[in-house]
Every structure is written in structure tokens, then in C-alpha cells.
């Protein structure tokens, strides 16, 4: 037999020694890179999952794994310290937000205004010359450019007046540029917010309604002497019910200097009740009752004593008649003072029977027998 | 500060509140709506009654959403996300604690070991699901295989199985636990650090199974690693009770695709005559341990003065009594 010949060194293959991805899961996989997910739609072998469930479970995630592993791997990446950075695509799958879109906010004023007149935003350098101190300052912040407070001399002008004070005008100015700016941003946010609804505000604003007492400085004028009223007030009230918080509702505490008799005592009416062993008192009460209820609940719209005092002065009238009737036919012969007399008498008497009835008629109206009748019967208890 | 406020209020009309501190401002932006969302966070409570069953479940599922959850510990008996008045103090705390999604655990008689699973939109109720626990093993009980994942990594989601997309209970069960389980949407992912793989299997159309595999990448011989499998974290198989499908109309508006601007290149520009400009910033440079070039000429020069100064600095070693450094000739 011949030598074996001097064996070089032997080459392995990987796979040889065993050393590969391992099988991929076959079939297809919906898979969402972006949400690092993978969906296999294929009917699952129960069978085998009753038998085994840890090894099956286990072979199939680690199929459909390698598999998502793989597509990971190829994603374009670039190395980082600690491994590779890979660039993941947009996820697939869409879920639903947590918050709704965030809306694009309207234009303001100024921005529709530039809009239509076609202004341009232009970029501002960050540096300024400043021409009182000869150097170039930064335009906004700590020792900026042209700054307003910082004017050493104002050369006065042949309009100033003696007593102005120009320092104090330009601050005023700007006072009044930044209330401007203020009102101007609240009314863009304002128009925003109905425009658009008040998700439209940047999240750390949000429109609120003024109470009624707010924001009334105190000052000269209305709101000073209102809020001193309001504070007055709430001290009385204060100091009223702390005195009437004694155990005899402050009766017989002792009063202060200054006091006036009626600050601290309670409010309201005391209750009074009736004495007990007083029986006339209740009788006439109860009297009264019952005599309130039978008035109201009685027909009868007369006022009894008018109607009385009628019928009497009726009577009466009757009896003057009567009687001056027969003192003229006694006194026929007599003078013509009396006949006068009898006349405008008469006369009278007459136009007073005549209102009389006419009285009596309208106030009673269609009951006006029942009323007489009624009337006739209450005037006669009366009497008696 | 007192020019700011120097519009004078008037009682009956609008004035405008502002966040009274920095802090609370960053607060309050970080609450708003964004185009692209940040990760969901799940809220973590009881209802009026548990089991040792539930309290295993909602812990191990805390355990893995710890930094992007918020868990209650105490009993809430009005939170009935499928009765019609049942929901308001759900939204409450969602609302207050900033989660979008709750996990809700409680066990009756008519319902033991009772898990719902429910999302909101805008912070009110969108959708729910119940299902009851019929087996649970705890990350406790794998041992060491337990603490193979790092918290805060993006893990693969897997689902098996076709049910997911026919029965309707089990396609809103997809669409919940992918919600979950999905974390904080990135657009570059490190590959090292993938490192944990929940699958769900639909058993079939009323139970679900969920497990977690920790995963360590082995070499292949390619540029691909082969996927090693250990099976950590809970294993609990579910089956599906009631559900609840969103209203439309919220539903309209919660799969609305915000609009993305392109976005800004930053530190390129071009200009006229030079074209597309980039910029570079580089770090600051130490000047003492810079590598300057060396030329071959002082080659030997450059070996004698390297082998002078090792000497130099082995002898005072050696003869330390001696104040004074050999001289070197």
C-alpha cells in the first residue's frame, strides 16, 4: 500500500461543525419592521401544541425570530459604540393615537396681513453696532445694542414743555407699546381659540373667564371705596356672628366701647308663644279665626258695615221725609222760607235717593235680592 | 414681570392663564398633542375584589412596562369599564396620570381572575377587553432566566396563528397587546440591544396564550446571527370574555394620519458659489497626547532618544538612596 500522504491542514466548514442561522420559519410572515412585530396568519397545529406546548412554542418563535432577525440585519445601519445602529422603516401597523392631531394654528393679524401683502420674513444678524459706544453688541439680551434704558443725555427739543420729563415719556411709550403687544396677542388667541377650538392654544395657555371682583386694582376711585364697603361688611358679619357664638347668644356679654346697642345682637325675629292659662286670649284669637275664614269663604262681595250704615242713612232719609212732609202741610200757611227750605230739601233728598239706588244697585250686580236678602239677615243677627 | 400684566382685567370677559412656572410649562408641552406620539403608559389597578392569581398577573405585566406604567394599590369598586356609567373615574385617572391604556384586574364568582384590557382616546374610554386567567407561570417561577432582558428595550412581538385576523375579539386582542408591548416608537434601533420577544398564540377562538423569550444571539458564521431562545418573564393562558369595539366616530378621529413635515437637514446649506455647504463641529483636541507625524529620516534618532529615556527612568529606581539622577553621557 502506498504512504498515506503527509495530510495539510484540514479545512472545516461551518457548517460542518454545526455552526449556522438555524431554520427560518417557513411560510409567510406579515412583518412590521417598524413596530419590531410579526404575524403569522397560517392555521396553527393544535395537536401538536396540546402535546407539547413549551417545545412547539418555542420552535415557532424561534423560526419566525430568526426570520425578523434576519431582515433586521439587513437594514441599512451604521456602527455605534455598543453595536449597530439600524435605520427602521415607517411602522406598518397603524393604532389608534393616545391624543387627537394636533391642529394647525390659524394665522394671526399680522401674519394674513403679510401673507396677502407678501412680507417676507427677513433673517436678523445677531450682532449690532451700537453707535455710542463704537462696538458691535449683540441685538437682544445682557448689554444689548440701542438699548432704551440705557440713554445718558436726551438733547431737549425746542417743543418740550419746562415741567416734562423725557426719561419718563419714552418709558410711558414703551408701557404703552407693551400693553398694545399684549391686548393684540390675547385677541390673536382669542380669535384662535374660535376659530379653530381651544386645542389650537399652545399647552401651557388657556383662556379663562374674569370673576366679578377681579382685577379691580385698588386705586383711586369706584373700585377702592368697593372693595373697602366689601371688606367693612364681611368684618361685621364676622364680628356678629363671633359675638352671638356664646352660649346665651351673647346676651348678656358686656358691650364695647364704641359699640353701637344692636351690632352684636342676633338677626332675626324672636319666636313668641302664647301663655298657657290665658283662655280669653285664646278664645278671641280663635274667635278670630273662625270669623276670617267665614269672611272669606262667604259669597257676599259687601263690605257689611257700608251696606249697613246705607240702609240706615235710607231709613233715615225716609223719616226726614216723612217728617217734612208733615211739618209743610202744618206749615202751608206759613212762610215762603220754609216752602224753600222743603225744596232744596226735597231736592237734595231727591238726588240723594236717587244715588242711593243707584248704589245699591251696581254694588250688587246680578245677587243683588240674595245680597239685600243676606244683608236684611245679617243686619237684623247684628242687631240683635 | 409687572408690564406683562399691564392689560386691566375686566370681570365677565377672558383673560389669559399662563403655567406659573418654568417647570410646570415643560409639564404641560410635554402633555400636549404631538404628530409623532411618545410611548403609551399603562395604568395598573384593582377592582372591587382580587385573587392571588390577579395580584401575580398584574405585577409580572407591571414588572415589564415598570418605567412607561403607573400601578394603584388600593381596591376601586367603581371602575365597570363595560357598564354605561362605569368608566368616569377610569378617565379620571388615566387623565390625571397621563396613561392611555389600563390593565384592570378582579375576580368574582360570575368572573374569577378577571383581566381587562383597555385603551383611551383623548382620555376617555375607546376600547376594552376582558379575559379570565386559566394558567399562570410567574417570572419568579423561571429562576434565573427571569433576568435575562433588560427593562427599557424594544421587544419583537410576535402573533401565531389565524385567528388573530377572524374572529373579531381576537384581532382587538392583536391590537391591545401590540399597544403594550410595543414601547416607545423609534425610527433607529440598536441591534444589540434586541433582546426580548413576546409571543402570542391564538389556541383557538376563545384563548390566547402569551409568553416571553429572552433572546441571545449566537454566531452563524454569517454576518446573522442565529437567535437562541430561553423562555422567560409569564406565561398565562387567557381566555377571552367580553369585549368592547370602539364608537366610530372616536374611532375616525384616533386612526387619523398626522401630517409630517419634511424634516429640517440641519448644518447643511448651500450657497451660491460654493454650492451645498456642510458643517462640522470637532471636538476639542488635548495638544499633549497629540499623534504628530514622524518622518523616517529621524528614525534612528527618534530609537535612541526612546531607549535613553526607558534607561533614564529605570535607574532612579533602582538606586534610590542616591538624591542625584545618574547623568547620562
Redesign the interface.
Known amino acids: 500500500m502506498a504512504e498515506p500522504e503527509t495530510a495539510g491542514p484540514v479545512k472545516v466548514t461551518?457548517?460542518q461543525l454545526g455552526?449556522?442561522?438555524?431554520n427560518e420559519h417557513e411560510g409567510s410572515l406579515d412583518i412590521d419592521l417598524?413596530?419590531?412585530?410579526?404575524?403569522?396568519?397560517?392555521?396553527?397545529d393544535?395537536a401538536r401544541?396540546t402535546v407539547d406546548?413549551?417545545g412547539t412554542?418555542?420552535e415557532?418563535?424561534?423560526g419566525?425570530?430568526?426570520a425578523?432577525?434576519?431582515k433586521?440585519?439587513?437594514l441599512p445601519?451604521e456602527p455605534?459604540m455598543?453595536?449597530?445602529?439600524?435605520?427602521?422603516p415607517?411602522?406598518v401597523?397603524?393604532?389608534?393615537?393616545?391624543?387627537?392631531?394636533?391642529k394647525a394654528k390659524p394665522l394671526t393679524r399680522w401674519q394674513q396681513f403679510a401673507a396677502k401683502k407678501g412680507i417676507v420674513k427677513r433673517k436678523r444678524s445677531k450682532l449690532l453696532y451700537d453707535e455710542t459706544t463704537g462696538e458691535w453688541r449683540r441685538r437682544h439680551g445682557y448689554k444689548r445694542a440701542n438699548d432704551d434704558n440705557d440713554i445718558p443725555i436726551i438733547e431737549a427739543k425746542a417743543t418740550d414743555k419746562p415741567g416734562e420729563d423725557p426719561f419718563a415719556a419714552l418709558a410711558a411709550e414703551k408701557?404703552e407699546r407693551?400693553?398694545t403687544n399684549?391686548?393684540a396677542?390675547?385677541a390673536n388667541?382669542?380669535q384662535a381659540a374660535k376659530k379653530a377650538g381651544p386645542?389650537v392654544l399652545?399647552?401651557?395657555?388657556?383662556?379663562?373667564?374674569?370673576?366679578?371682583?377681579?382685577?379691580?386694582?385698588v386705586g383711586k376711585g369706584v373700585g377702592k371705596s368697593l372693595r373697602r364697603k366689601e371688606l367693612k361688611d364681611d368684618i361685621k358679619t364676622a364680628s356678629r356672628l363671633a359675638g352671638i357664638s356664646t352660649a346665651s347668644i351673647g346676651k348678656f356679654d358686656k358691650r364695647l366701647a364704641g359699640e353701637k346697642p344692636g351690632e352684636r345682637a342676633p338677626l332675626g325675629k324672636r319666636r313668641n308663644f302664647m301663655s298657657v292659662t290665658d283662655t280669653k286670649a285664646e278664645r278671641s284669637k280663635t274667635g278670630s279665626i273662625a270669623e276670617k275664614l267665614l269672611k272669606e269663604r262667604s259669597d257676599d262681595i259687601l263690605d257689611i258695615r257700608k251696606a249697613m250704615t246705607r240702609m240706615e242713612s235710607e231709613a233715615r232719609e225716609e223719616r226726614h221725609q216723612a217728617k217734612r212732609k208733615r211739618e209743610e202741610e202744618s206749615d202751608v200757611r206759613g212762610g215762603a222760607k220754609k216752602a224753600r227750605k222743603a225744596g232744596g230739601g226735597g231736592g237734595r233728598r231727591g238726588i240723594k235717593g236717587g244715588k242711593g239706588t243707584a248704589g245699591k244697585a251696581s254694588s250688587k250686580g246680578a245677587k243683588g235680592f240674595k245680597g239685600a236678602a243676606g244683608k236684611a239677615g245679617k243686619a237684623g243677627k247684628g242687631r240683635r | 414681570m409687572q408690564?406683562?400684566d399691564?392689560?386691566?382685567?375686566?370681570?365677565?370677559?377672558?383673560?389669559?392663564?399662563?403655567?406659573k412656572t418654568r417647570r410646570?410649562?415643560r409639564y404641560?408641552?410635554s402633555?400636549?398633542?404631538?404628530?409623532i406620539?411618545d410611548a403609551?403608559r399603562v395604568l395598573f389597578l384593582y377592582g372591587n375584589q382580587t385573587s392571588q392569581v390577579i395580584k401575580d398577573v398584574i405585577t409580572d405585566l407591571y414588572q415589564l412596562k415598570r418605567l412607561e406604567a403607573q400601578k394603584f394599590t388600593r381596591k376601586n369598586e367603581n371602575v365597570r369599564p363595560f357598564e354605561p356609567g362605569g368608566e368616569t373615574s377610569l378617565e379620571f385617572y388615566c387623565n390625571r396620570n397621563n396613561c392611555?391604556l389600563f390593565v384592570l384586574g378582579s375576580h368574582t364568582k360570575k368572573r374569577p381572575h378577571n383581566i381587562v384590557i383597555g385603551?383611551?382616546?383623548?382620555f376617555h374610554l375607546?376600547?376594552a377587553l376582558e379575559m379570565g386567567v386559566e394558567e399562570l407561570k410567574g417570572i419568579r417561577d423561571f429562576g434565573a432566566a427571569g433576568t435575562g432582558a433588560q427593562l427599557g428595550n424594544?421587544?419583537?412581538?410576535?402573533?401565531?396563528?389565524?385567528k388573530?385576523?377572524s374572529v373579531p375579539a381576537m384581532a382587538l386582542a392583536?391590537?391591545l397587546l401590540?399597544?403594550i408591548f410595543?414601547g416607545e416608537?423609534?425610527?433607529?434601533?440598536?441591534?444589540?440591544?434586541?433582546d426580548r420577544?413576546v409571543?402570542a398564540?391564538?389556541?383557538?377562538d376563545s384563548r390566547l396564550?402569551l409568553?416571553q423569550?429572552s433572546?441571545r444571539?449566537?454566531?452563524?458564521?454569517?454576518?446573522?446571527?442565529?437567535?437562541?431562545?430561553t423562555?422567560m418573564g409569564p406565561r398565562i393562558v387567557f381566555s377571552v370574555r367580553r369585549y368592547r369595539l370602539?364608537p366610530s366616530d372616536l374611532?375616525q378621529?384616533?386612526?387619523?394620519?398626522?401630517k409630517l413635515g419634511k424634516k429640517k437637514e440641519k448644518n447643511v446649506s448651500s450657497d451660491s458659489l460654493a454650492g451645498k455647504v456642510g458643517r462640522i463641529y470637532m471636538p476639542k483636541q488635548s495638544m499633549d497626547t497629540l499623534g504628530l507625524s514622524k518622518y523616517k529620516g529621524t528614525k534612528r534618532e527618534r530609537r535612541e532618544s526612546a531607549r535613553e529615556a526607558a534607561e533614564a527612568r529605570k535607574r532612579p529606581k533602582a538606586a534610590q538612596p542616591v538624591t542625584e539622577g545618574p547623568s547620562t553621557e
Open positions: 461551518l457548517q455552526i449556522s442561522t438555524g417598524g413596530n419590531l412585530c410579526a404575524f403569522d396568519p397560517a392555521p396553527i393544535t401544541l406546548p413549551d412554542c418555542a415557532i418563535a424561534r419566525i425570530t430568526q425578523l432577525v434576519t433586521l440585519f439587513n445601519a455605534i455598543g453595536g449597530r445602529l439600524a435605520k427602521l415607517t411602522p401597523t397603524q393604532l389608534p393615537r393616545a391624543l387627537p392631531v394636533p408701557r407693551v400693553k399684549r391686548a396677542q390675547l388667541l382669542k386645542g399652545p399647552a401651557s395657555l388657556r383662556l379663562a373667564a374674569t370673576l366679578p371682583g377681579e382685577g379691580v386694582k | 408690564a406683562e399691564a392689560t386691566p382685567l375686566v370681570p365677565g370677559q377672558t383673560k389669559l392663564v399662563k403655567a410646570g410649562k404641560l408641552e402633555r400636549a398633542p404631538k404628530a406620539e403609551k392611555s385603551r383611551m382616546f383623548d375607546y376600547d424594544k421587544p419583537c412581538v410576535l402573533f401565531v396563528g389565524e388573530f385576523e392583536k391590537s401590540l399597544d410595543r416608537p423609534v425610527d433607529k434601533i440598536n441591534l444589540a440591544g434586541i420577544v409571543m398564540v391564538a389556541m383557538d396564550q409568553r423569550y433572546v444571539f449566537k454566531k452563524s458564521g454569517t454576518r446573522i446571527p442565529r437567535v437562541a431562545l423562555e370602539p374611532q378621529e384616533a386612526m387619523k394620519l398626522p
